[in-house]
């Protein structure tokens, strides 16, 4: 029986770019998560015939917000739902399974590259029949109800054991417990060809990829070791562990040490990656080489025609506005279209459903195709696999042949972290105000061209995003991108990206860091990053 509970907004409940992330000493609080699961299912308004996928990256408080979801999803019309077992399903696995069983809908329960256990992340996103996240349409609408949300719906049930499979029952909805792997790896075997993978290691490809104690561990345990053969003990740290093993699970270098380390030392296998929580970005090293993601999206975009899903070629490429145009360079070369959208995978939702691109891309280590409506970290991995077995050659030959056709993006993030709210405001505001004034400025060197905030309007559905970011170009190509990020937790973060091109003739294999030292210190200037953060340095840099 439906019951009925009285409560009251709780402030700060709008979705940002991936949903809505606070502590779990947040979500915790009494109401926290009902409010905003009501408050979705308020404006979905589900069917009793609507199917529903719950499913998350193991992370602490998992299982708790799963449980109460059901009986929610229960007490607001649902007839099936559809759970990963162990409350486990990637990102990119929940959009496949909304898009293979026909779902209405699905709730990601993740932080994604965020740290987890009891005093970490916790996440809630929402993403629809597509498999991609709600758009900001729907997100809006979810945040507008928080705010004036004023009772939430439950049906009384016991706990659901998440571990085993097969049906359960809540009131007259039907649960599913379903196996969180199966679906996903046959569908990569469908889009590679894993014979050419599984003969290029039995030739002696090599390969070492950590899960970071997230959830691409099992997916890479079944796909790698089990489907194509690489020894075992090519996947580390595959347990998925609610505090992820005390990682911070964010596949970069800094984070993924370990492997990068290893990737850099004499004993580097062929090959090496990493994913993130919830299976969605990627770490792509070679041995000596590491591949940046923006580079990483260009490469696979030219050479995607080797794997058998995109051997008819691409329809066009995304990528979002902060990450390099090295993939513009592939798409003019291809004589297909580039889109620049803001950051945020939803923004390649409309694009990948019009058919108007293939493969999508950030900076922020996310690519992915047509195949489902989320980045996907395995798929990055496996077409990397499958490029490399049909050229038959290395991860830093390809990058150096691919900068001999197209010239070099070099390209940096730098990351200011837990800055003060306001500090970071006045920065940006100062910033925004100042651009009419800086076409024909000179920094050093460095000669301002164009500067603008970047606004983003929708080719399909003519939706316009403004205020996406400041852009400050160069007329030597460079370009400096300023924005505050949106998938923190506490404080801000200031992003300061940093991309200088190198035409194909010129110096393509010199050190990122010397070669962007220019560019770097003219945008700390504009900025004014050390007036406004009191910092001398960013706290990472990828």
């Not at 929610?72 to 559809?82: F, I, Q, S």
């Not at 790698?224 to 699970?249: A, S, Y």
């Not at 050190?511 to 007036?531: F, H, Q, S």
Request: with cysteine; glycine share 10%; aromatic share 8%.
């Amino acid at each position: 029986m439906r019951r009925t509970m009285t409560t009251t907004p709780i402030e700060g409940q709008r979705p940002g770019t991936s949903g809505l992330r606070k502590k779990v000493t947040v979500f915790q609080q009494p109401s926290y998560a009902e409010n905003f699961l009501q408050s979705v299912f308020d404006v979905v308004k589900p069917g009793s015939d609507a199917t529903l996928v719950i499913g998350g990256d193991g992370r602490f408080h998992n299982r708790t917000v799963i449980q109460q979801a059901m009986r929610m999803a229960a007490a607001n019309g649902y007839g099936r739902v559809l759970v990963g077992r162990g409350g486990i399903l990637s990102t990119p696995a929940t959009s496949h399974i909304i898009r293979k069983y026909g779902a209405s809908g699905g709730l990601v329960l993740s932080a994604s590259h965020n740290p987890g256990g009891p005093q970490g992340d916790f996440g809630i996103k929402y993403n629809i029949a597509n498999g991609g996240p709600a758009p900001e349409a729907v997100t809006e609408a979810i945040y507008a109800r928080t705010v004036e949300i004023n009772r939430w719906y439950i049906v009384d049930a016991p706990d659901i054991d998440l571990d085993t499979l097969g049906a359960n029952q809540i009131g007259d909805m039907r649960i599913e417990i379903i196996d969180p792997v199966a679906d996903y790896a046959d569908l990569m075997e469908e889009l590679f060809d894993f014979d050419a993978i599984r003969a290029a290691v039995a030739g002696g490809l090599s390969m070492s990829f950590d899960a970071m104690g997230a959830v691409t561990g099992p997916y890479a345990t079944e796909i790698f070791e089990n489907r194509l053969g690489f020894t075992k003990g090519t996947v580390r740290n595959g347990t998925p562990l609610d505090d992820f093993g005390g990682h911070h699970p964010d596949p970069n270098p800094i984070h993924a040490h370990e492997l990068y380390d290893l990737m850099m030392s004499p004993a580097a296998p062929d090959f090496g990656a990493a994913s993130d929580g919830d299976g969605d970005r990627n770490l792509i090293v070679g041995r000596g080489r590491f591949v940046t993601p923006s580079d990483s999206l260009a490469m696979l975009a030219a050479n995607a025609h080797l794997a058998p899903a995109y051997k008819k070629g691409l329809q066009g490429i995304a990528r979002s506005m902060p990450t390099s145009a090295a993939a513009d360079r592939v798409a003019n070369a291809l004589d297909v279209p580039c889109y620049e959208t803001p950051t945020g995978w939803k923004f390649f939702g409309n694009l990948l459903d019009a058919g108007f691109v293939t493969i999508c891309g950030e900076e922020s280590a996310g690519t992915g195709s047509d195949h489902v409506r989320e980045k996907d970290g395995l798929w990055a991995v496996l077409l990397w696999l499958n490029i490399l077995a049909e050229r038959r050659i290395s991860v830093n030959a390809l990058a150096l042949d691919h900068w001999k056709n197209y010239g070099r993006n070099y390209y940096a993030r730098h990351d200011y972290e837990g800055l003060e709210g306001p500090a970071a405001n006045a920065l940006m505001a100062e910033l925004e105000n100042g651009l009419p004034t800086l076409a024909g400025k000179s920094f050093g060197p460095l000669t301002v061209r164009a500067a603008d905030n970047f606004a983003y309007s929708d080719p399909v559905d003519g939706y316009k995003t403004p205020e996406q970011g400041v852009r400050i170009f160069f007329e030597d190509e460079s370009r400096a991108v300023f924005r505050l990020s949106g998938t923190g937790t506490e404080g801000a973060t200031l992003r300061m990206y940093l991309e200088r091109y190198e035409p194909a003739e010129g110096r393509l294999d010199e050190d990122t860091t010397y070669m962007l030292g220019e560019l770097t210190e003219a945008a700390k200037t504009i900025a004014a990053i050390e007036k406004h953060t009191k910092r001398t340095s960013p706290d990472v840099v990828t």
